[in-house]
């Protein structure tokens, strides 16, 4: 039992944090389910070893049949990173309703998903953690970022409720607060921006 290798699974890992964070794990020898809705995006996960899966957060159906393969075929879940996301740069007024509706979709709803997904697992093992991608947007809010940052304090604001409420299971949650990094988000926030 002891040689059992630990198991995460990583949504939004076509790039930026996710795909850094499936390299760094799976070469500490870590099996990670590489996951991003672009399949294209996952071919450089392939390449240092991650199992590649297509999936939308917004789909339900695709995050469950994830985790229901990494239960089936590894047994546990050690980890589940809660990091797929978007944003652009647009005033409140400006972004369409559709859009508002979108990043809760993917920002909120999405994480929500991949939480309720791994808890019955996790609580089972008694142990794991979840690890979500917030941002320092979600302690503040500026022009511009006003319906991102409304995710991201969502985001935090779930987490420190989870925390309470599975301590004593064993399980840990996390959030990571990435201030401005050099990924892939800024050129398509900025993209928006300019037109």
Known sequence: MGTMSNVAIITGAGSGFGLGLAKELTNRGWVVYATDRDSVALEKAKEFGAIARRMDVTNRADVDAVVKEAIADQGRIDLMVANAGFGNFSSVEETTP???????????????????????????????????????????????????????HSVRAIANALRQEVKALGIKVSVIEPGTVRTNFDSVAFGHLRD
């Open 98 to 152: 559709e859009e508002v509706r979108r990043i809760f979709e993917v920002n909120v709803f999405g994480v929500e998903r991949c939480i309720r997904a791994v808890l019955p697992q996790m609580r089972k093992q008694r142990s794991g953690r979840i690890l979500m991608t917030a941002s320092v947007v979600a302690h503040v809010s500026l022009v511009g970022l006003g319906w991102y940052a409304a995710t991201k």
